[in-house]
Every structure is written in structure tokens, then in C-alpha cells.
């Protein structure tokens, strides 16, 4: 059996150690908010915040994960600042690839609260959108800094 | 074709589908309501698409797929202004699959070719007018005046004396009489929700991560199968160690599918380090010499055989001697992917007298009947729920994991989601096909256009996936733009070279247009720069004056101030076309580092006109999405192939264009009465040769070939 600590519960799964965290959680805990796209750390579609920083859950084991305390996107409240500006800003087109982008924004956002133009760029710079959010994206990452600061 | 092509033929020959820029005739049809009718007693249901609940829930049954472009929203926007609906009341829902949400100019329900709201203009305003004409006959009947006395507004039907009923009081009553079937729309100056700012009804469960995509789904009993496919084209398995698949915890059964082998275990992993396990090994293929470079000689090979002439208008061979400049010029262009986010899924049950299936799907027709097909069971035994889908963008009208998923249900006896890795998506994509391409114009002495010559050579999308739709060696699709170009010629030739390998190719968001685009629009600016006149100039004077094209142009050239001053260092590029039913033209702002070759788009300007803007924020998204995929299209995107397969295996492969390459986006609606015409696909075509235009304005670089080679640009 292995214990995690996710969104504030404990949970027990039964499932092998070396599984990713990203399967452990979609299949034996029906986390679906929590997606895959290319398995290998390259898209940022799986992420979830472990101890507050964002990892890719494709990327490591569930074994790894179990001290931890795991966040996924409905680990934070309907009015965090980053969700209040996904909204106002329109950004999801299809959404997959949204609640992994959020996280790491929020991440981000801790790290850097006053980000330049610049800095949302490269802090984003490794995640995918196939739909071509970005521009809605760099919109709602300043409002969310502006909102997280009021 | 090959693999899974047979099937594929097949789903889709029985149908009438006619995609792309064929002509939309409207017609309002509305349907018979009895079934719907009978449904429930409790609702108000004159048609198929709109239900009005007692509490005053209006909701708008949808059969058009959410694949993010905002058409649920937009549609339930169209209905709730004819309806006069509280839009605060209004919900969207996805309706299973059926006969009333086939496109009305095409035997098929599916969502493609930028058709969800431009062939149902009519059909949807139509709909929610005959439902609020019901209402207010209602409510004039239960006060016993004149119908014509009574005034809708937000969901109420009003008195002249003051008094009012709501839409959900008058349910019961409403729902006894009978369809208008010529109900009076409004007028486009009466419209308060069409045309105005909305939130999208989907987005705040994709925020809160609540949605559902096909990967998500969960059918009580299920289990999860994942599929090995050949690696190389024609292979077939030649062995493998079912044992050792079986070993792995949790991998339930090894299933052998023609020229695949699947793997159903109790959760992903599991079936994923099963079908690991299984170390097929394979035969060699059919096509074992075929690579990149083998690819590149069998293209220009194809380029100089004769083609099938598609269209000869005037005299162009003697046009083009007499011609005072003659320039020629050859495009090539690769094979790329969807690379949609949501890899290929789909969840099948088969029983006995029924199959379930939910699929992220955007064609529903062929899924049903690429079910039906599998199971033996008649289509109307196959219920399809559309689940929402994690990217589309033409690929998701094929219904290979239909197949798999059925026949999978079928070998286990329960419900099964079959899902593809990327690696299999990467592998089994439909591509953009590859296409090579030769033009040569001429000039007169007064800088005229007086010749046209145009070749394409390619595989053929038509062939494969709707035969019926080759006519004499021609497929349209691989010309899409040329014989519709937005110029008018005198002299015009047009031939294809139609290429046959092994290569699955699809429907890839604006289809042939992509392609064919960036041959004209570069070509064009080349002309432009020998006939020493204004690129914008020099397109509106080939144009009819007035024309969709003509006016977008203008409207872009006006509101990003072409000819105005550029800002120090930059170049500017422009590009126009018509596609779908509408025009769009982008201009692209660039500085080009010499040194290194790399180009940064700073700006990209861009103007629609789609007729009507029914939801004008789902508009901007659009040509906003459309431009970040062009944009990675044009600097980053080429599927590579080795050893008579595709070699691609993910993104670590094939990079997409990412946060630091988007440049500032500037998006222009022109608000038209013309037409309705499509969204989704028009704003893609015109971005690369806008940003190859500009690359030339830089360096005076002709960039041919996509995507941009970046050595070219380099400087001493
Ligand atoms: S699925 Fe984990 S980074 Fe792509
Ligand atoms: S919104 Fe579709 S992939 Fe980002």
C-alpha cells in the first residue's frame, strides 16, 4: 500500500511503486484533471504541486510522491487569483493542457510576484498549448500577479 | 491507402460529405417534434436543439463537438437571441449522437470544415424563432388577446397591460400547439445577444479541471487497453511473448487484431508495461527504403511527370511568352502533425443488442458506423456520446480507435477505453500531406498579371479518405486556393501530380489551403517587388474591387497602418486569402538577426470577415489560436521519416512553438452582412507567407520551403 497526501487527504492506493504519480492519480484515485500527452517531461500537461513547486507527474514515481503533499488544480480554492483570471481572460480553448499550465503558474507566481513580460515567457517556456492560448495566458498570468498582490 | 485505410474507406464512401469551400445553400427545415414530444411532460421541446424547462432553463442540446472553438456558446447564443431568452437561464449541453444534428448540406454529423454555425445559420435562428412564436401563442391564448399585442424579452412574454407570463409558466400550454414552420427571424439592428461579448459556457469547469475528455471517462467495469501498431509501414507482427505481457500485474488479456496486438489490463500502467513486455518483433514492411531523402527525390521526381490538369482558362502558355517579366518560383512543404494535446481514445460497449461508445470525436456519423460495422449490430443499436475533446483540428473525423475499441469490447465482453501513447498518435497521425509545388506568372510592361501556371504534387486526402470525391486524377483538396484564388487572371493553368505512398494523410486544420496559400501569397509578393509596386497595392489591383478578399485587405491595411512608419529595425510582410467561407489576411512585423539567422515575430496584425459575427470573443480566440499554430508551423514543424516508417516519435522531437516565439496579436472583425462563413480554419493560411514576406522585406531572402530554414537568413 502506498500513502499519499493529496488536496488535504490522505489517500491509500494500491498500486506498484515505480507507477508515475500521474497514472496513480487518474486511475486509482480519478484525478482526471490531472493529463497526459507525451509521457516524457516535454508538455506540462500532467503537473500537479509537490510541497508548492511544480513537477511533472508523468516524470515521477508515486513511491517518490509519498512524503509529499500533492496539489492538483481542484486543490485550490474557486477563487484563487489564477483561476479568476483564466476566466475573465477567456483562456482555455479545448482546456486540456490548462490546469497543468495553471499550476505552474502558481508556482511561478510564488517565486516571482511581480513578473516582467519577459519573465512569464521564460518561466512558460517549456509548457504546450496546441490550441495557441499564449496570448490569453500572458494576459491572465498579470492578472493574476495584480489580483494576488491586492 | 494504407493499414487501417480499408476500414476507413469504408466508414466513409456511404457518405455524402462534402467539405470546404463547396457552396452552402440555406434552406430552413424544421423537424418533426413528435418524439420530442413524448420525451417528457415536464418541458417545453418544439425542436431537437432547444428544450424550455418550468423553472425557466433554456437548455440548447448540442450535436456539434466542443473542441474549444467556442460553437456550443456561439450556437446557444444564435437560439437564445431568436428564442429571446434570459441568457443568465441558458445552458449548453451535448446531445448523443442522431439523425437531427447531421449537417443539413451533407449526409453526416460531424464538426469540420468550419461548418458548425455557417450551414445551420438558418436551422438554429429558425429553431429558437419557432419556439418563442409557440411561447407568445401560449400566452395569448391564456389572456385571450391578440398574438401580434404581445412583446418578448428575457424570457418572459409581455402584456401590452403591464402583466407578463414566463417562458417557464408557459411549458405546459406551449407545448400543445403546434411548429411555425416559417417562423419571422430578426433583424441583425433587433440583435442583443448575437454579436455581443459573452463568457464561454465551458470555461469555468476547464478551469476548475471538472471537464471530461475522452481520456477521462470512466464506464463502471472497464478496463484499459492499449495497442501495438506496426512501427513500419505494411509490417505485421511475427512474434511475441503473450507470457510475459501476462506476468506483468494487473494485464488481464493479450488480443491479436489483424496486423496489431492489444493489451487490456486493469489500469494504464499496467497495459502499458504489457504491451511493453510483449517485444514484438515485426517484418520488415512494405516500404523499407523509404526516409527522408528518399521522400524529398520521390517529390520532385512526381513535380516533373506531366499532371492531370485540374483548370485551363485563356491562353496561358502563349500569355506567359509574351510576357515582358517572367518569374518562377517552387514551394515545398512537409508532412506535419495534428499533435493535438489529447492523445486518440475511445471507450466502447458492446452488449448484446447495443454498443455504447464514448468517443472525442468529431465525426459522429462514421464513428457510428465504423461501430456498427465492427459489432454487426444496425447503426441505430450504436449510441455515441460525444465526450469533450482535447484538440481536434480535423483529425478526430477518422474513427480508427472506434475499431479498436469495439472489437477490444467485443473480446472482453465489458467496457473498454482503448487509448493511444503519443507515441502512437505521432505514429499513426493522419499528416498534413507533404506537397511540392512549381508557379510561373508573368508580367505585362505595365506590371500586370497576364500569366498563371500552376503544379502541385502530393498524396491525395480525397483518395483515401472519400474516393468519391476524386474526379478524373484531380483531388480538390490538394489544390484548395488556386483555382479559387482571390486574384482574377486571364490566363491560368493548373495541374496535379497525384503522388502514391504509403502515408496516411488527413484533414489538417484549412486543409489545402494551408499549403497552396503560402505558395500564392509569397509568389504574389515576389511579383509584386518585379512589378516595383506595393505589395497591397499591387493584390487589390488583381482583385475584384469590393470583393470579401478586396475589403478585408483594405480593412487590414488600414487599422495596422500599412505604408505608416515601421518601428526602427522591424520589416513588414502581408498575406490575404479566402478560405471557408470567409477572408482573412495577417500582417507580420519581424527583425531578422543576421548573424545567427533567427527571425523574431514581433506583431502580427490580422483581419476576418466572416459575415455576421455571432460571438466575436470566440472569433478573436480563434485567429489568436490560428496564428500560434501557423506560426510553429512555419519555424518548427516537419515529421520526419527513416526506415519505411515514421520516425517521430514525440515532442521531444518535434517541438511546437512555445511561449517566447508568440508575438503581440492584433485581431480585426469586420462585422459584415455578407454571407455567414466559417471560423476555425481561415486565419491560418495567410500566416507563414505574411511572416515569409516580411523575412523578405528584412534580408531579401525568398524563403520557399517550410518550415523556414534558418541558415538562409545567415549574413556573411
Ligand atoms: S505528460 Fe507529463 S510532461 Fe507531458
Ligand atoms: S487549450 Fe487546447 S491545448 Fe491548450
Known sequence: ?150 | MMKNGITRRDFLKSSSLVIAATALHGELVLFNVSPAKAESTTTFKPHAFVEVAMDDTVTVWLGQTNLGQGTHTGISMIIAEELDADWQKVRAKMALAAEVFKNPHANAQFTGGSTSIRSRWDLLRGSGAAARQMLIAAAAKEWGIDAKKCRTEKSRVLNPDGRHLTYGQLVSKARELPVPQNPPLKEAKDYRIIGTARDRLDIPDKVEGKTIYGMDVVVPNMCIAVVARPPRFGATPVSYDTNAAMAVKGVLKVVPLEDKVAVCADTTYAALQGREKLNIQWTTGSHPELNDESLDKLFQASLEKPGAVAESTGDTENAFAEAAVKIEGSYKLPFISHAQLEPINCTAHVEKDRCRLWVPTQGQTWSQMAAAKTSGLPAEKVEVMTTYVGGGFGLRVTADPVVDAVSLSMAMDRPVKVMWTREDDFANDYFRPGSVSTIKAGLDKDGRLVAWSHKVASPSIMSGLMPEQVKNGIDGSSLHGIPDMVYTLPNRHIEYVMMDLPISVGFWRSVGYTINTFAIETFMDELAHAAKKDPVEFRLDHMEKGSRPYRTLSLLAEKADWGGKVPAGRSRGIAVGSCFGSSAAHMAEVSVDRKTGKVKVHKVACAIDCGPAVYPDAITAQMEGGLVMALSVAFHEKIHFSKGGVKTANFDEYPLLTMSGVPEVEVYISNSVHKIGGVGEPGIPTVAPAVANAIFKATGVRLKELPFKRDLLIKG
Request: include cysteine; aromatic fraction near 4%.
Open chain 1, 1 to 150: 500500500m502506498i500513502s499519499l497526501h493529496v488536496n488535504g487527504k490522505k489517500r491509500k492506493v494500491d498500486a506498484a511503486p515505480d507507477t508515475p504519480l500521474l497514472w496513480v492519480l487518474r486511475d486509482n484515485l480519478g484525478i482526471t484533471s490531472v493529463k497526459y500527452t507525451c509521457g516524457i517531461a516535454e508538455c506540462g500537461v500532467c503537473t500537479v504541486l509537490i510541497d508548492d513547486e511544480a513537477v511533472r507527474s508523468c516524470s515521477i514515481s508515486v513511491d517518490e510522491a509519498q512524503k509529499s503533499k500533492i496539489i492538483t488544480i481542484e486543490g485550490l480554492p474557486e477563487d484563487h487569483p489564477v483561476k479568476i483570471a483564466w476566466i475573465e481572460k477567456q483562456v482555455p480553448q479545448c482546456g486540456y493542457c490548462q490546469p497543468g499550465i495553471m499550476l505552474q503558474t502558481v508556482d511561478f507566481l510564488k517565486r516571482q510576484p511581480n513578473p516582467t513580460e519577459e519573465q512569464v515567457d521564460e518561466a512558460l517556456d517549456n509548457v504546450l498549448c496546441r490550441c495557441g492560448s499564449h496570448p490569453r495566458i500572458k494576459k491572465a498570468v498579470q492578472m493574476a500577479a495584480d489580483l494576488t498582490k491586492k
